[in-house]
């Protein structure tokens, strides 16, 4: 695992807690792709309109309780099968926390990166 891409995930969540949006516009590639149990969400600024103005609890946190290195290399499939580009992949275990600090729920998050741009996430929660 590289440094960059767990940073890059760290970077996400504190965008995403601080509520600071044009970090995380930044931190995404322009064709992202977020798959949630709940949606799917396709396109960056679609993406960050979505969180900034219409996801149901902005007063959450994210606690980041473990990344791990999920592979990368040349033999990636793009999702259209043909050969990927050099991407990094990392996974968070952590939990999605309510203002007065309770658990919400637990989460898994699978991270793509290419060019130290995320390009996906898959979230997956218990």
Same mark, same amino acid.
């Given at each position: 695992?590289?440094?960059?891409?767990?940073?890059?995930?760290?970077?996400?969540?504190?965008?995403?807690?601080?509520?600071?949006?044009?970090?995380? &516009?930044?931190?995404? !590639?322009?064709?992202?792709?977020? @798959? =949630?149990?709940?949606?799917?969400?396709? #396109?960056? *600024? +679609?993406?960050?309109?979505?969180?900034?103005?219409?996801?149901?609890?902005?007063?959450?946190?994210?606690?980041?309780? &473990?990344?791990?290195? !999920?592979?990368?290399?040349?033999? @990636? =499939?793009?999702?259209?099968?043909?050969? #990927?580009? *050099? +991407?990094?992949?990392?996974?968070?275990?952590?939990?999605?926390?309510?203002?007065?600090?309770?658990?919400?729920?637990?989460?898994?998050?699978?991270?793509?990166?290419?060019?130290?741009?995320?390009?996906?996430?898959?979230?997956?929660?218990?």
């Amino acid at each position: 695992m590289t440094d960059r891409a767990a940073e890059r995930a760290r970077s996400y969540y504190r965008a995403l807690d601080e509520g600071d949006y044009d970090a995380l &516009a930044a931190l995404l !590639a322009e064709g992202f792709v977020h @798959d =949630r149990p709940d949606r799917t969400i396709e #396109g960056r *600024d +679609r993406f960050v309109r979505f969180m900034r103005e219409d996801r149901p609890q902005k007063d959450t946190g994210h606690r980041v309780d &473990a990344v791990f290195e !999920a592979g990368s290399g040349t033999g @990636d =499939r793009d999702a259209d099968g043909t050969a #990927g580009t *050099d +991407r990094e992949r990392v996974a968070v275990r952590g939990r999605l926390l309510a203002a007065d600090g309770s658990a919400i729920t637990g989460f898994v998050d699978v991270f793509s990166l290419v060019e130290g741009r995320i390009e996906r996430i898959e979230t997956y929660t218990d």
